[in-house]
């Protein structure tokens, strides 16, 4: 099958782009700049918003994978225009091409009342998606770990780096974190699972729920670091975030990103596993494979 894959140089995308190729797939995956030649890829160098192009890059597919998102806002890069906006004109070059398979993802905690935009906007996204009269599968993946993520990685840098541990809050807030693997492992079978998985809304999530705080004590304890914590008062940080941007300097948390995690991310729909053979990877098993410990 050849499916036209967007987001295809992100975190998931890459391992995504791989899979695929190694099940005997090919792919068109869009990148915003040149790329090297890498085997059963096409590189269509677009910017998602340019329907031309994008129609052009599906001409051949048979499934289109899109994953584009964004975590924080930059510029014209607005989560309004990288997710809604985006989904909509994915949508449309799939309608002049005929195209009739969608894999979407989405994120756990998307909704309409929502406290922030970034899930407001994925929702959004959503229901564009549940509109197109088109055979969709849409995923909700709770926090994603794995090589080249964002979360863990973070985590392990301000561990190494802080002379002490900061937790925001309580720390008690569920997670359940979910490995990379299992999410490529759920879009590879969704192609293949025409019935069972069409015209479906599935939360993807890792096999345990671990609190924050508990999050950290696993990282640190598979790094060998031995540190104070100290509890952040919610309002401290939100007063810190406010005057950052105040002063035109970069938070390390956006106010959207502290409100998403004090929010929790577990799974409260578990569809997933009637429908998919997923792998279950905990967070202990999976940072082995990408998270060095300190020598001792």
Known sequence: MRIFLTG???????????????DGH?????????????EGVTWVQSDVNDQDRLAEGMHGCEAVVHLIGIITEQGEQTFQRMHAQATEHVL?????????????????????????????????????????????????PSTVF???????????????????????????????????HAVVQAFLQALSLDGPATAKTFELCGPEV??????????????????ARAHLPVSLVNLGIDLLRFMHITSPITRD?????????????HGAI????LPHITLAEGIREYVRPARR
Request: glycine share 8%; proline share 5%.
């Open 146 to 180: 794995g090589p080249g993520d964002g979360f863990v990685s973070t985590l392990v840098t301000q561990l190494r780096r802080f002379p002490v541990i900061p937790i925001i809050g309580k720390g008690n807030y569920p997670m359940a974190p979910i490995s990379v």
């Open 92 to 140: 449309s070059a799939m309608r002049r091409t005929k195209l009739r398979r969608l894999l979407h993802m989405s994120a756990l905690g998307a909704g309409p009342r929502q406290p922030t935009e970034y899930f407001r906007t994925k929702w959004a996204a959503e229901e564009l998606v549940r509109a197109s009269a088109i055979d969709y599968t849409i995923f909700r």
């Open 8 to 22: 295809a140089t992100g975190f998931i995308g890459t391992h995504l782009r791989r899979a695929f190729v190694r």
């Open 26 to 38: 090919q792919v068109a995956g869009l990148t915003r700049g040149p790329r090297e030649e890498e």
């Open 257 to 269: 990103q502290l409100d998403m995690l004090l929010l929790g991310s577990v799974c409260a729909d």
């Open 210 to 227: 671990l609190t924050f705080e508990q999050i950290v004590t696993l990282i640190a304890d598979h790094l060998g670091i031995k540190k």
């Open 274 to 277: 009637q429908v998919f053979d």
